[in-house]
């Protein structure tokens, strides 16, 4: 059962209050591959320019992952700079350089075209639809999107959400999508457009899973320190996709330790520059962190008896 991703491959150049990172690894499917080799072997596809330092992917070819759908074409590689404000909850961008990223075609390679579980990174949606067009029964597709496709590709995007089985957002993106400020009435508008789940992400408090029969809430880990939040939610995204494929099945439990997992691969993503923290992490100090997630919200209730009358 194979885990495809298709998104952007890039160079960040970041400062935050603990430093700053030059042309440092950067990009959707590169945080999303490097979270969901954890769990499962993943296929990439993004395009870079021949200034891209491809040697540096090596962790993630020796973890399994398949980079043989990442295409270098001469021209400068996609490049993002940006500065965080000091409580790390807003950033400006400085400049972003799409290189050849602005020409950027997925062409899914043939070994690749029987994935099972999918997830489109936060591309043009007309792209994501072609990328759909590409794959041949897929068992699970899951896609980002961003509030400049929400205001500028809003028809094709709505096209996609028919199409794919789970939306992922920020809560300010479900928002403009639905055109309401109630999260709960904005899961069911955008839910009723298609996506059977969606995972609303709230950044450092945690994220919102919407079942169509249930609603699940995992809180953020309360880091002590944060250094780069650039690609938690790829990460997020890796982790959940990639415990999903893991296990085979999408039953409400899998779901929800599929939350959990994400959770816990963003928040490690966190802790260093680029994706410096997850090229060290190990499946033991990823299981850890489960378990005090697990400390931080499991309680027991007690059930008062009936006051006889």
């Known amino acids: 059962m194979s885990l495809l991703v298709v998104g952007s491959v890039a160079l960040d150049t970041l400062q935050t209050p603990f ?16 979270a969901a080799s954890f769990f499962h072997g993943v296929h990439v596809v993004g395009v870079v320019g021949d200034d891209y330092p491809t040697d540096q992917l090596g962790f ?62 936060n591309i043009d949606p007309l792209l994501q639809l072609d990328v759909l067009d ?35 957002v920020n809560d300010s993106e479900a928002r403009e ?14 839910q009723a457009r298609g996506p059977k789940y969606l995972v609303i992400k709230k950044g450092e408090h945690g994220a919102i899973l919407f079942t169509p029969e249930h609603v699940f809430f995992a809180p953020g880990y ?21 415990h999903l494929a893991q296990a085979g099945r999408m039953e409400d439990g ?8 994400g959770s816990v691969l963003g928040s490690f993503a966190c802790e260093r520059f680029s994706v410096d923290r997850l090229k060290d992490l190990t499946a033991e100090e990823i299981e850890e962190r489960v378990r005090q997630f697990r400390e931080m919200t499991v309680f027991e209730l007690e059930v008062a008896e009936t006051a006889r009358v």
Request: negative net charge; glycine residues 10%.
């Open 134 to 168: 590409q794959i041949e029964r897929p068992r699970f597709v899951a896609c980002d999107t961003m509030n400049y496709w929400i205001e500028s590709k809003r028809d094709d995007l709505l096209r996609l959400l028919g199409k794919v089985d789970l939306l992922m």
């Open 60 to 121: 993630l070819a020796a973890r399994g992952v398949d980079l043989s759908g990442v295409e270098q074409v001469p021209g400068e590689s996609f490049r993002w700079s940006g500065v965080y404000s000091f409580d790390m909850n807003s950033r400006e961008t400085l400049d972003t350089r799409l290189g050849v990223f602005a020409d950027f075609s997925p062409r899914i390679p043939e070994a690749c075209r029987d994935a099972e579980w999918v997830f489109l990174g």
């Open 19 to 34: 430093g700053r990172a030059d042309d440092v690894l950067g990009g959707s499917a590169v945080f999303f591959a490097a």
């Open 222 to 242: 309360p880091l002590e320190e944060v250094f780069d939040p650039t690609g938690a939610g790829d990460a997020f995204a890796g982790g959940f996709m990639g």
């Open 254 to 261: 899998d779901l929800r330790r599929a939350v959990m997992f």
């Open 177 to 190: 999508l639905s055109g309401d400020f109630n999260l709960a009435r904005a899961a069911k508008w955008i």
